[in-house]
């Protein structure tokens, strides 16, 4: 039999492992995570729960530090105030008050879209990997990935954002073939695309 000592040993690792980790998970999930639900494909329902808009987003990555550092007090209960102490509480906190840099954000004439500028890098390095691998075999460009980012970067400018606005414009003025699909999203998801051609200084009319 392993000794109580090895026990202890072994719980108080295992419960600084989950402990670390909800540290970090929570962490990667503001820049990977945070609304990636508005793009995910109705299979991926975990993704579209928990990271759909942006104060569920805050909260699932709340929600992930809470349950890794609760799961840690379990592991080794005697250790209950080092996972749950002031740096946790800063931690926390930190969330809140980072979040609005990774998000699309609107207060009165303010507004910046980094979640947007995300997809929009995104779509860009998609499209450089197509044209390297792919578009030599005549394989068609993934229209469905891109109309669901395109929506959500769609969804931002109809909501006044000028950030939104920019960065789907710049996709939208490619004279290539993302630029033409770009095109086709928007004009397939709007209900008058002559409107949204004219707020975004593009000419969607004619490509369809």
């Given amino acids: 039999m392993q000794s109580p000592d090895l026990w202890v040993w072994w719980a ?6 989950a402990s670390y980790s909800a540290y970090g ?3 990667m999930s503001v820049p990977y995570l945070w609304e990636l639900g508005c793009e995910a494909r109705p299979s991926q329902r975990l993704v579209r729960f928990f990271f759909t808009g942006s104060l569920r987003s805050v909260v699932s990555s709340e929600l992930i ?22 740096t946790a509480l800063v931690w926390s906190i930190g969330l809140v008050l980072v979040s609005p840099l990774f998000m ?3 207060i009165g004439p303010v507004s910046w879209a980094t979640r947007d500028r995300i997809r929009k ?3 860009e390095c998609s ?23 395109v929506s959500c970067m769609l969804k931002g400018v109809m909501q006044g ?4 606005a920019r960065h789907l414009a710049e996709l939208a003025r490619r004279d290539d073939e993302l630029g033409a699909n770009v095109r086709e999203a928007i004009a397939e998801l709007s209900d008058d695309p002559l409107q949204v051609g004219e707020l975004l200084g593009v ?3 004619s490509d369809t």
């Avoid at 349950?67 to 592991?75: E, F, I, K, S």
């Avoid at 954002?161 to 939104?164: A, D, E, I, P």
Wanted: hydrophobic fraction near 45%; glycine fraction near 4%; charged fraction near 25%.
């Fill in 161 to 164: 954002n000028r950030g939104s």
């Fill in 127 to 149: 499209y450089r990997e197509y044209i390297r691998f792919f578009a030599k075999d005549n394989e068609p460009l993934p229209y469905e990935a891109i109309k669901r980012r």
């Fill in 65 to 86: 530090f809470l349950v890794g550092n609760l799961v840690a007090a379990l592991l080794a209960p005697w250790k209950f105030h080092e996972f749950f102490n002031g």
């Fill in 121 to 123: 890098f995104q779509l």
């Fill in 25 to 27: 998970l929570s962490m």
């Fill in 203 to 205: 000419d969607l009319v």
């Fill in 104 to 106: 699309n954000v609107k």
């Fill in 12 to 17: 108080d690792l295992l419960s600084e492992w």
